[in-house]
């Protein structure tokens, strides 16, 4: 999975992401980090996905396609590539959430750890 280009056009801000949830525009939250990042902290609501597993998984994706779809990480590089790799596969309405994890810790709900 290659990063797509530095565009803005690729993500949205935590804060928008938390807006989305609030009106129920955001069909699915992906968390692509491995099993212990997730054990160390989570959004609720969250499915998870570990970043090399979608395209092995991505039948499991299939009813979300042409809804949106907001992937993140801890620090948002991991989600860039799964955002990229889901547009690839006409996921159009894919998205990275810019800084991950740890940025929704920062901005939006800082009862979720930071490490």
Request: charge should be negative; charged fraction near 30%; hydrophobic fraction near 35%.
């Amino acid at each position: 999975m290659t990063l797509p280009p530095h565009d803005p056009q690729w993500e949205v801000t935590p804060r928008g992401v938390a807006d989305l949830r609030e009106a129920d525009g955001c069909d699915l939250l992906l968390d692509v980090r491995t099993p212990r990042e997730v054990e160390t902290a989570s959004i609720d609501g969250a499915a998870v996905i570990e970043m090399q597993e979608v395209p092995k998984r991505l039948d499991e994706l299939e009813r979300f396609r042409g809804k949106k779809v907001v992937v993140f990480c801890h620090g948002g590089v991991r989600s860039l590539r799964v955002a990229k790799y889901l547009r690839d596969q006409g996921f159009t309405d894919a998205w990275s959430m810019q800084g991950g994890i740890h940025a929704w810790s920062m901005q939006i709900d800082p009862s979720v750890p930071k490490y």
